[in-house]
């Protein structure tokens, strides 16, 4: 039997769910790194457009925030997409990314959804660790943070 599930990572911080929220939509900070990467576009309200661009061509996505909950929730449309890298460029288009706050214990804990990023699709091997490294390396470090800015 295949495995449809989506893509889900889980990260576990001391921060409240509000700092994980505003650390986030803060993407220029944590989405970048490792590719020279480019931004342009909004990344707080709903509606916001931004676009990602790395620099090598592998990859660009438009994302558009299509949910956006204080300290709960938010979710990102990606309306355009282009991954030079499998042969049907543009797999990513009406997937999600859903970010899912809530609190264990004295806990907050993230769960990163990549809707429509399933073990069937051609960048699955490719994408899957680089969310991760993304997660793990670049977004977490940035939730335990002292201090968050938002700059878009």
Known sequence: MMDTSDF???LITDRSPQEVFQAILNVRKWWTGYYGEKFSGD???LNDEFTFHAADGVHYSR???VEVIPGKKIVWLI??????FVEKTDEWIGTTVIFDISTTGN???LV???QGLTPQTECYN???PSWTRYLENKLLPLI???SHSTGS
């Open 8 to 10: 889900k990572h889980t």
């Open 43 to 45: 990344t707080k309200n």
């Open 63 to 65: 994302q558009k925030l």
């Open 79 to 84: 309306t355009d997409s282009t991954l030079s």
């Open 107 to 109: 806990k907050t804990r």
């Open 112 to 114: 990163f959804t990549h």
């Open 126 to 128: 490719s994408c899957a």
């Open 144 to 146: 335990n943070e002292r």
